[in-house]
């Protein structure tokens, strides 16, 4: 399996952005029963979890972005979200996406895509 992030720039304060997570490997039904999520690491400290979706339904977010961002998923693209809205600058920070399928015994990270926010 295969996961790869885009989506990530730099903004201001305020603004917007939409990171997609796009996958190959998986057919629908471990994709549709995988855990996914979007985690988030600045330099010197642990990566840090924003939002998942647990077995692909419960979607759960860090206290810091409830409310902000929107985590989501495409079944027919196998491809996950994450909008993020009303950005600040402590939502700086490299952005990974993260699938775990117990079917497949797999936790499958992507490289990573940056986000700046300036104030």
């Known amino acids: 399996v295969h996961v790869q992030e885009s989506g990530g720039g730099s903004v201001q304060a305020g603004g917007s952005l939409r990171l997609s997570c796009r996958t190959s490997g998986f057919i629908l039904s471990v994709w549709s029963t995988s855990d996914m999520g979007w985690y988030r690491q600045t330099p010197g400290k642990e990566r840090e979890r924003v939002a998942m979706?647990?077995?692909?339904?419960?979607?759960n977010y860090a206290d810091s972005v409830q409310g902000r961002f929107t985590i989501s998923r495409d079944n027919a693209k196998r491809t996950m979200y994450l909008q993020m809205d009303s950005l600040k600058p402590e939502d700086a920070a490299v952005y990974y996406c993260?699938?775990?399928?117990?079917?497949?015994?797999?936790?499958?990270w992507g490289q990573g895509t940056q986000v700046t926010v300036s104030s």
């Open positions: 979706l647990t077995g692909g339904r419960t979607a």
């Open positions: 993260n699938i775990k399928s117990e079917q497949l015994g797999t936790d499958t």
